[in-house]
């Protein structure tokens, strides 16, 4: 079995899903307990310039072998770099530079054996009449922006055994990211949904967060869950905002699969948060 397909397994099988966590990799200790029920973890270290342009090398090694002395074995991932960058870009130096960015939190994830990294979508207000995001309105010189952007980056991605799961941003509308994740034609890009930014959405027009999720379908590998009051995006513990967290997992539970679920939360939050979905039946 190939690293990518062994990436897209869970250690095992569970009565409900279980929930994982976003932290850095200085954070692992105080939480080893909860995760070492076989949490998937997603290491935030990769988002800072700090980490990319200094030893990362050596970062990468104390990680990978505290994460080891601890015993963790949950499915590990990384949160790529997206501040100030794009992926949809027509100016060949920033496009190199978004490339370059990637290309070393790739690396990065290599050197402590993450299995997925998240990058942003590229697409904003689907439907605003300024950006449609449409065939008619530009919707393939688009596509082949964030190919010529990061073409090489999803080669890279494949030959390490890594997915590139697009993570939903200000998008309004599924169409343009599902478009892009499968204009690759590789087992290597796939779909993240983030529930409290589809809940914002949601609230200038775009689907549900349940509903992303069963949009998505198979392309389906990542879900961010937080919640939020629909007005700023405040990565509040699950059942504090107006997210119809019943309907999340009944989507999650009808597309099936064993996508990874990644709270991203503050560190002293995740294991409350993750209380409050067990006390409902939702998940562990």
């Not at 700090?50 to 072998?65: F, N, P, T």
């Not at 997925?116 to 009449?129: A, K, L, T, Y």
């Not at 689907?207 to 009051?229: F, K, R, Y």
């Amino acid at each position: 079995m190939t690293r990518l397909a062994k990436s897209l397994q869970h250690p095992g099988p569970q009565a409900l899903p279980l929930v994982g966590a976003a932290m850095t990799g200085a954070q692992l200790a105080p939480h080893r307990d909860w995760l070492m029920a076989g949490r998937d973890l997603e290491l935030k270290d990769a988002v800072s310039h700090l980490l990319l342009d200094g030893d990362w090398q050596a970062q990468a090694a104390a990680i990978k072998a505290r994460r080891s002395d601890l015993g963790l074995t949950g499915r590990l991932g990384i949160h790529g770099p997206f501040w100030g960058l794009t992926i949809m870009v027509s100016d060949p130096a920033v496009r190199a530079l978004s490339a370059a960015r990637l290309t070393r939190a790739l690396e990065f994830a290599s050197a402590v054996e993450a299995t997925h990294m998240v990058i942003h979508s590229p697409f904003d207000f689907f439907g605003h009449p300024l950006v449609a995001h449409t065939r008619a309105t530009g919707l393939d010189e688009q596509l082949s922006q964030v190919h010529d952007t990061i073409g090489e980056v999803v080669k890279l991605a494949d030959d390490l055994g890594c997915l590139l799961v697009v993570e939903n941003i200000r998008d309004l509308n599924p169409a343009p990211l599902l478009a892009l994740v499968r204009s690759f034609g590789s087992a290597s890009v796939r779909v993240s949904v983030d529930v409290g930014h589809a809940h914002l959405m949601q609230r200038k027009g775009g689907p549900s967060p349940d509903q992303w999720i069963l949009e998505a379908g198979d392309l389906l590998a990542h879900v961010h869950l937080h919640d939020n009051d629909g007005q700023l995006d405040r990565h509040w513990v699950p059942g504090e905002g107006s997210v119809n967290w019943g309907a999340v997992f009944r989507a999650l539970r009808q597309v099936g699969g064993v996508p990874r679920l990644i709270m991203e939360l503050q560190p002293e939050a995740l294991e409350g948060g993750a209380r409050w979905l067990a006390e409902r039946g939702l998940a562990q």
